[in-house]
T-cell receptor, first 117, second 116 residues
Framework: DQQVKQNSPSLSVQEGRISILNCDYT??????FLWYKKYPAEGPTFLIS?????DKNEDGRFTVFLNKSAKHLSLHIVPSQPGDSAVYFC????????????????FGQGTILTVHP | DTGVSQNPRHKITKRGQNVTFRCDPI?????LYWYRQTLGQGPEFLTY????????KSRLLSDRFSAERPKGSFSTLEIQRTEQGDSAMYLC??????????????FGSGTRLTVV
């Protein structure tokens, strides 16, 4: 049961253009969504998160958009740089019945982003 | 503190042998997580500790797997009687209480296990 899906295995963009990475989820009980970046031979690195009560969060070149009705979120990188080339994972946190969470994350399969100079 | 440290970085073992991995989290982090990542997939949750208490185990964690976190500091993950299907990257992560939503976890670089 893949509750978080990244349907595009790879994305290729030109330096300076926008990169848009997409993620879909099925569980409406997810309360936070996070994006991680992973370089080869390293662990994932946290990029940006968004609460389920918001529809946008921005941090420098990175913006995450959340469409709850469509159960869809996206990560926009503007402008894209060659150093952004990595695997990007979408992840979701499930709130427990008490409204808190211990932080267990469900990850998507990842999208390989390649930014060409 | 240089982050989450995992040892060894690579482990090759013969099928049927036991292996143990170690994770040293960021010292002030109460929570410690183990994940497993196979090729082409995202990390999958295995287990979670808050201080020394193991509070949840995934059904992915069969009886051959055991994890400990004595004294709420470092953690070990042991796999007994390894099988080829255990070949994967084993990732450890830590976080402070309440910090996951804004800042995420801090992951280590992982231990890559190859069972031959």
């Amino acid at each position: 049961d893949q509750q978080v899906k990244q349907n595009s295995p790879s994305l290729s963009v030109q330096e300076g253009r926008i990169s848009i990475l997409n993620c879909d989820y099925t569980n409406s009980m997810f309360d936070y969504f996070l994006w991680y970046k992973k370089y080869p031979a390293e662990g994932p690195t946290f990029l940006i998160s968004i609460s389920s009560i918001k529809d946008k969060n921005e941090d420098g070149r990175f913006t995450v958009f959340l469409n709850k009705s469509a159960k869809h979120l996206s990560l926009h990188i503007v402008p894209s740089q060659p150093g952004d080339s990595a695997v990007y994972f979408c992840a979701a946190q499930l709130a427990n019945a008490g409204g808190t969470s211990y932080g267990k994350l469900t990850f998507g399969q990842g999208t390989i982003l390649t930014v060409h100079p | 503190d240089t982050g989450v440290s995992q040892n060894p970085r690579h482990k090759i073992t013969k099928r049927g042998q036991n292996v143990t991995f170690r994770c040293d989290p960021i010292s002030e982090h109460n929570r410690l997580y183990w994940y497993r990542q196979t090729l082409g997939q995202g990390p999958e949750f295995l287990t979670y500790f808050q201080n020394e208490a193991q509070l949840e185990k995934s059904r992915l964690l069969s009886d051959r797997f055991s994890a400990e976190r004595p004294k709420g500091s470092f953690s070990t993950l042991e796999i007994q009687r390894t099988e080829q299907g255990d070949s994967a990257m084993y990732l450890c992560a830590s976080s402070p209480l309440g910090g996951i939503s804004y800042y995420g976890y801090t992951f280590g670089s992982g231990t890559r296990l190859t069972v031959v």
